[in-house]
């Protein structure tokens, strides 16, 4: 391709708006455009390296045994109220009426038309197991699209699903879809985390994500240094310790004037927090729930979220908490018994705490669970944090930021169950489809290659998903080196040589910094100086020095180095 023909324009600095090096870099390479706040058009530089990801992902699902479909971005909203998801998908579904008075979603992902699919044509055992795959387009209408296409709203995305008669089966492909998944990425040069994950909207019992590890991603990740537990911050667990055994005391109340946090709390009575319960008053559909904590300890919402059935958690207001007769800075579950009561299973590692009284500047000791308040529900509700002791082991827990690329799930029989989607056994016995899902973001995997794959004069990106491999240069207006140029490019594509040549009418300068910027594996320069030795430049982007060949050579030596990279 010549640079004369392309289309798009190099950038000498990004928008103020780009906070990550990927937005910044895409943005100058002319490589994408934003359209919208989280919607972005791919220049023809940017559909280059999508492109050759799909290729890649397309070849490892091929290999792990997936079909290939193409399901509609557009789907009718009862598919999801069969599915109920229709009014509980989070970010709410982006839905319109159609000019039958239809109501129709713009698919954020796409187990219930997968699920249609597979109850239309699975009918037995001996039709199981399948995998089909698409790579299409995604809406979900995030409330704070962010860092370029790390955080989007219209996306594309490799979406996989699994069929199988049992669990066993389940684990099976689960399993294949993470070798794939570990291959893909390290193909698109990423060294990538698997770790427990939170099912999130998707659902299902088990999932995983795939975490490239980087300072501006956006997820927080425990990692134990000792045994290799990992888990998003969302799903982490921690040993929480256990306090000193001892006989229950009687309970007293005492007086704590314009005590109204646990720190202060702590601090008076000369006691560590973790003596001590704290009451967080929060509001699930439209009920104020009261949990309560070791005061050492932090809630998880996301935990909180999953305990609660995936009902939607906040703060509860001042108003609300007045209106369900709790005294914020006093409260605890003690005595209540018209609010609902969750409790982190922390409070039942120790015993003789301090907690709030349900009344002003007033506070009680000696107080245990099951003696003095109970569970509604009692679940592990605490965020786990840097420096924690691990749950497996007696390492401790690292915190780390990280991008998440992929995202595999175990859905089980949930979506089967709920919309029919039935097999016959060996004896004519009906049974719902174990099914998996797996996911991985195109556009979000190039952002994440960028993160990865960088210095401070442009992209380093891997030979197999650069937008192109060779970049080729002309330098001046000489007759002889523009022929030679020329013959050169002919050769190089030839010879199936993915090279973009520039061919316009700029100096050196501006050509070695775009070529820098777009960082095709290796640069090839033919200029007067290099041409009166009957010789060419080449030079692979991350050297400091280019190296001098024989023109004649030039192609092999080409071919060789792209080995070599």
Not at 148 to 161: N, S
Not at 467 to 482: I, K, Q
Request: net charge negative.
């Amino acid at each position: 391709m010549r640079a004369t023909k392309y289309f798009g324009k190099t950038l000498r600095d990004a928008p103020a708006e780009a906070e990550t090096v990927s937005h910044r870099l895409l943005l100058r390479a002319g490589m994408v455009q934003q359209l919208a706040a989280g919607i972005y058009s791919y220049l023809p530089l940017g559909w280059r390296s999508l492109n050759k990801i799909s290729t890649i992902i397309r070849e490892e699902m091929n290999r792990a045994g997936g079909l290939e479909v193409r399901m509609p971005v557009t789907q009718p909203r009862e598919l999801w109220e069969e599915s109920g998801r229709a009014d509980t998908f989070v970010p709410p579904l982006a839905q319109f009426e159609d000019r039958r008075g239809r109501m129709l979603v713009l698919a954020p992902t796409h187990e219930e038309a997968v699920t249609a699919m597979a109850r239309a044509n699975i009918r037995s055992y001996r039709d199981l197991p399948v995998t089909l795959y698409q790579i299409q387009t995604k809406f979900r209408d995030e409330p704070r699209p962010r860092a370029g296409l790390l955080r989007v709203r219209e996306f594309e995305m490799k979406d996989a699903y699994s069929f199988d008669a049992d669990v066993e089966g389940l684990d099976t492909s689960f399993n294949a879809m993470a070798d794939a998944y570990h291959r893909i990425f390290g193909r698109c040069g990423l060294q990538v985390v698997m770790v427990e994950a939170d099912s999130g909207p998707i659902g299902g019992k088990d999932s995983n994500e795939f975490v490239l590890l980087a300072e501006s991603g956006e997820d927080t990740i425990l990692i134990c240094d000792k045994c290799g537990y990992a888990a998003n911050s969302e799903k982490a667990s921690s040993r929480k310790g256990q306090s000193p055994v001892e006989a229950p005391l009687p309970v007293e109340t005492i007086h704590t004037p314009g005590i109204r946090t646990i720190d202060a709390l702590a601090k008076s009575l000369g006691i560590p927090a973790s003596r001590t319960i704290k009451a967080v008053f929060y509001s699930a559909a439209g009920e104020v729930v009261l949990v309560s904590i070791r005061g050492d300890l932090e809630v998880n919402e996301t935990k909180l979220r999953n305990a609660l059935g995936g009902a939607d958690v906040r703060l509860a207001t001042a108003d609300q908490v007045r209106a369900a007769g709790l005294v914020a800075g006093s409260a605890s579950a003690v005595g209540l018994d018209r609010v609902r009561s969750v409790v982190d299973d922390s409070v039942t590692a120790g015993g003789n705490y301090v907690a709030g009284a349900n009344r002003e500047d007033r506070h009680l000791r000696n107080v245990n669970y099951g003696r003095d308040f109970k569970a509604d529900l009692m679940v592990d509700l605490a965020l786990a944090r840097d420096g924690d002791a691990c749950p497996k082991c007696d390492g401790t827990l690292r915190a780390k930021r990280g991008i998440e690329v992929g995202h595999i799930f175990k859905l089980g029989t949930r979506y089967a169950e709920k919309m029919g989607a039935m097999y016959l056994d060996a004896q004519g016995v009906p049974h719902p489809i174990v099914m998996g899902c797996y996911g991985i973001g195109v556009g979000r995997l190039l952002a994440a290659a960028i993160e990865a794959n960088h210095d401070g004069r442009g992209m380093t990106l891997p030979r197999a998903i650069a937008p192109f491999e060779v970049y080729l240069a002309s330098l001046g207006d000489d007759a002889d080196v523009v022929s030679a140029a020329d013959s050169l490019y002919r050769d190089l594509e030839a010879a199936s040589v993915d090279v973009l040549y520039d061919d316009r009418d700029e100096p050196p300068g501006v050509k070695f910094n775009d070529a820098d910027l777009i960082g095709p594996p290796l640069r090839v320069v033919v200029s007067k100086r290099s041409l009166k030795n009957a010789q060419v430049e080449v030079k692979s982007r991350k050297a400091e020095k280019p190296a001098s060949h024989p023109f004649g050579d030039a192609v092999e030596v080409v071919r060789a180095a792209l080995e070599q990279v």
